[in-house]
């Protein structure tokens, strides 16, 4: 599976938009682009995933570039209670394949 | 949606003696399931990966003798820390997903603490 790159940390002032970057320069064709986030102590949530288009859902938009090697994940009202760990990850199709995770971004969420 | 229980949520126990963590798919058959470990500020590891009614497949460096995966239904799937040392203390996550087409549920993760 490709490897991700994401900021460590970013901050973000409560009710403004979230705009999280994920690098995957080296993503196949068949690759998916999946993020998920982790509240502390918590299992990992689901959020969105796509593959080439953009996707909205609920709970987030995700805007995937056109060469598909980086992506965003936009959250457009930040609420306090989205200060958590938000990773990236990339795998083969919607298969039973594992799910590595990398460092992911730390977003606060600040009042 | 699919949910995946995941028991105990916090365990204390002495070194030396063995830990059960189970996972249970509520409503959803899961046929494959994985287990990670997440020490204090470190993302997830992947540990190993079990298939119903199959041995794990365990990634480099996991010991496959220490960390027991036991799946033998496709709703539970269990992981037994033996001999457990205080550097086994992590938090321990399992994931379910029915399979190809379907995505990945976690459990809400144990607390192992190891004294």
């Known amino acids: 599976d490709a490897k991700t790159t994401q900021p460590p940390s970013m901050d973000c002032a409560e009710g403004r938009a979230a705009n999280l970057p994920c690098n995957h320069s080296?993503?196949?064709?068949?690759?998916?682009v999946y993020w998920y986030r982790q509240i502390h102590s918590q299992g990992p949530q689901y959020i969105i995933h796509?593959?080439?288009n953009n996707e909205t859902n609920e709970m987030a938009s995700l805007i995937i570039t056109e060469d598909r090697k980086s992506s965003t994940l936009i959250l457009p009202h930040a609420t306090l209670r989205d200060t958590a760990v938000y990773y990236c990850?990339?795998?083969?199709?919607?298969?039973?394949?594992?799910?590595?995770f990398g460092t992911g971004t730390s977003l606060t969420v600040i009042p | 949606g699919a949910v995946v229980s995941q028991h105990p949520s916090r365990v204390i126990c002495k070194s030396g003696t063995s830990v059960k963590i189970e996972c249970r798919s509520l409503?959803?058959?899961?046929?494959?399931m994985f287990w990670y470990r997440q020490f204090p500020k470190q993302s997830l590891m992947l540990m190993a990966t079990?298939?119903?009614?199959?041995?794990?497949?365990?990634e480099q460096g996991v010991e496959k003798d220490k960390f027991l995966i036991n799946h033998a239904s496709l709703t539970l799937s269990t992981l037994t820390v033996t001999s457990a040392h205080p550097e086994d203390s992590s938090f321990y996550i399992c994931?379910?997903?029915?399979?190809?087409?379907?995505?990945?549920?976690f459990g809400s993760g144990t607390r192992l603490t190891v004294v």
């Open positions: 080296t993503i196949s064709g068949n690759e998916y």
């Open positions: 990850i990339v795998r083969v199709g919607l298969s039973g394949n594992q799910f590595y």
């Open positions: 796509g593959l080439k």
């Open positions: 994931s379910g997903t029915q399979g190809i087409g379907y995505g990945y549920t």
């Open positions: 409503d959803f058959q899961a046929t494959t």
């Open positions: 079990s298939n119903e009614g199959s041995k794990a497949t365990y």
